[in-house]
């Protein structure tokens, strides 16, 4: 069976621009999370989505939003770029939100 | 203080030795708890769930003690494909939270 994909793998934006990542889950899973991780921390929470409506938000500015399709797969939308968005934007998939598989990740990077 | 906190690491241990690592977590209403492994500037990968009761797979061993808000991994004999960050998670109204993660080296 085909894990969490992710794209793109990689992406260089500007300052003020804005950028989408999208997310499949596993087959089956109706969950996706958007985490994001900086060198040298854990992940932090951004979004989770079940069965399309959003479950949580974590404490990211308005610039972050995203949603969830009929078919589960999922986009991150990020505007407004600042620096300090360079991460790795990781998507996780999971049944009912609680043993969460994690795609590869895109990393971000702000110029 | 912070939600999940863990030992700051690196862990530098010989191949076969045992190890341990102990995770604190802040909010005494956390359902469930996890423990994923990550390698370098890859995503991570879930190790285990953790049980009030314990649970092993392996070399691995997890323990969780909701009196003390405390998880712990014991991994014994470990080997060089061991080494990664390891990271505690807790989970809270449906949301990850993390700990910073400890990274592991094994050495030959």
């Known amino acids: 069976d085909a894990g969490v994909t992710q794209s793109p793998t990689h992406l260089i934006k500007t300052r003020g621009q804005q950028v989408t990542l999208r997310c499949s889950p596993i087959s089956g899973h109706k969950s996706v999370s958007w985490y994001q991780q900086v060198l040298g921390q854990g992940p932090q929470f951004i979004f989770q989505?079940?069965?399309?409506?959003?479950?949580g938000r974590g404490n990211f500015p308005d610039r972050f939003s995203a949603r969830q399709f009929p078919n589960y797969s999922s986009e991150l939308n990020v505007n407004a770029l600042l620096l300090g968005d360079s991460a790795l934007y990781l998507c996780a998939s999971s049944i009912d939100s609680y043993e969460q598989y994690f795609g590869p990740g895109t990393r971000l990077t702000v110029t | 203080r912070k939600e999940v906190e863990q030992d700051p690491g690196p862990f530098n241990v010989p191949e076969g030795a045992t190890v341990a690592f102990n995770c604190t977590y802040s909010?005494?209403?956390?359902?469930?708890f996890f423990w994923y492994r990550q390698d370098c500037r890859k995503e991570p990968k879930l190790l285990m769930s953790?049980?009030?009761?314990?649970n092993e797979d392996g070399r691995f061993t997890a323990q969780l003690n909701r009196a003390s808000q405390y998880i712990s991994l014991l991994i014994r004999d470990s080997k060089l494909s061991d080494s990664a960050t390891y990271l505690c998670?807790?989970?809270?109204?449906?949301?990850?939270?993390w700990g910073a993660g400890t990274k592991l080296i094994i050495k030959p």
């Open positions: 989505y079940y069965e399309k409506e959003e479950r």
């Open positions: 998670v807790v989970i809270l109204n449906y949301q990850l939270i």
């Open positions: 909010n005494s209403a956390s359902q469930s």
């Open positions: 953790v049980y009030s009761s314990g």
